[in-house]
């Protein structure tokens, strides 16, 4: 991992990123924590649920892919949805693209897929404008991977304690709604406007109603017509469009 | 080591590498070009929306069908148990809690009065 290029993890600016992270990780740990659990108690397998905590590492595609995943929705189904659900980090990438466009590809697409909700924040926080030296450029990455190695760290280990903890609790407990609440809370998150409100009340209803359709394409159906809903009720009256930036 | 693969197959660990590439193209969607470019009007728009309309298509059905078809009953713990979520995230602003507080009252219902 970049974590450990000797470049970035001796800069001083390296530890303030742990540092300024560390408040975070009890409940970044503890999210992870109930993650693991609720992935094997939603009916994935040990391993399945290992592969994906390492590999897929974004908590709220993991836990909406899973019911699908269970259902037997076909896998364009299930990316699709993921990537609905990541669209957040498409604009996050484009506020932090002059901030880490100098480097290489694979090592700027590396910090990108490293970077998730807390790390965006504290290091948007910290750096409001891109570095113009290479010395300012270097202090920028090297806080950005201080703060995503202790995100990183505390994410997996407490995710995999979960994963190893979840066999030793009843399948009857119905801990997997654990799972389904940690959505919930992110949809509460991200409800920061009116027109937010109705894509959320159009999508969960349509999804209801087209739920007898085959292949889980009701999620489809759902987002689709969420979307084309609010996009059309903003033409219409484009004051109905308050708090524009994600 | 067989009892830790017991009821994987293939098809699930290639959706599982797909939505790690799920995770790239979306944490550095901007990253992948040298150049700078922007999106379509509408498309920008539509980042407003997609993201809570695919949670809610996903959570909704979870809390309020069962075997394919709407509850008739209110007596489920997952209806108290998502209320609470809400209205504790409205107050508290925190995703932790509301997992937390929902489960404190959906164990007890579902365990102790087996709604």
Request: hydrophobic fraction near 55%; glycine fraction near 8%; charge should be positive.
């Amino acid at each position: 991992m970049m974590f450990l290029s000797p470049k970035l993890f001796r800069h001083p600016e390296f530890k303030i990123g742990l540092r300024e992270l560390a408040p975070q990780a009890p409940g970044i740990a503890a999210w992870g924590l109930m993650t693991g659990v609720a992935m094997v108690k939603s009916g994935m397998s040990v391993f399945e649920s290992i592969a994906m905590t390492l590999l897929v590492f974004a908590g709220s595609s993991q836990l909406a892919s899973i019911p699908l995943i269970v259902a037997g929705a076909p896998a364009w189904v299930i990316l699709a949805t993921g990537f609905c659900v990541n669209l957040r980090f498409v604009v996050f990438s484009l506020h932090l693209r002059p901030h880490l466009i100098h480097l290489p590809r694979w090592e700027r697409l590396l910090h990108g897929y490293v970077t998730a909700d807390i790390s965006y924040v504290l290091f948007t926080r910290r750096f409001p404008q891109p570095g113009h030296t290479p010395e300012q450029r270097r202090t920028q990455e090297a806080y950005l991977a201080g703060n995503d190695c202790l995100n990183w760290s505390s994410w997996m280990v407490a995710s995999l304690v979960g994963i190893a903890l979840a066999n030793f609790i009843p399948p009857d407990w119905g801990l997997g709604f654990a799972g389904i609440l940690c959505l919930l809370g992110i949809q509460c998150s991200l409800a920061s406007s009116r027109m937010r409100m109705v894509a959320s009340a159009v999508a969960g209803a349509a999804a209801v109603a087209t739920y007898a359709l085959p292949l889980k394409l009701n999620i489809v159906v759902a987002i689709a017509v969420a979307v084309i809903l609010c996009l059309t009720m903003e033409r219409f009256n484009p004051n109905a469009s308050t708090g524009g930036h994600a | 080591m067989s009892d830790l693969l017991q009821g994987t197959d293939v098809w699930t660990l290639l959706v599982i590498v797909g939505l790690a590439v799920v995770t790239v193209v979306a944490r550095g969607f901007f990253f992948i070009s040298d150049s700078a470019w922007q999106l379509p009007h509408w498309a920008q728009r539509g980042l407003q929306y997609a993201p809570i309309a695919a949670l809610s298509a996903v959570v909704i059905p979870e809390i309020v069908m069962s075997q394919g078809a709407l509850i008739s009953t209110w007596q489920d713990a997952r209806l108290f148990a998502s209320a609470a979520g809400v209205a504790i995230y409205f107050f508290k602003r925190n995703v932790l809690l509301t997992i937390l507080g929902g489960m404190a009252v959906y164990l007890p219902l579902h365990l102790g009065l087996g709604f």
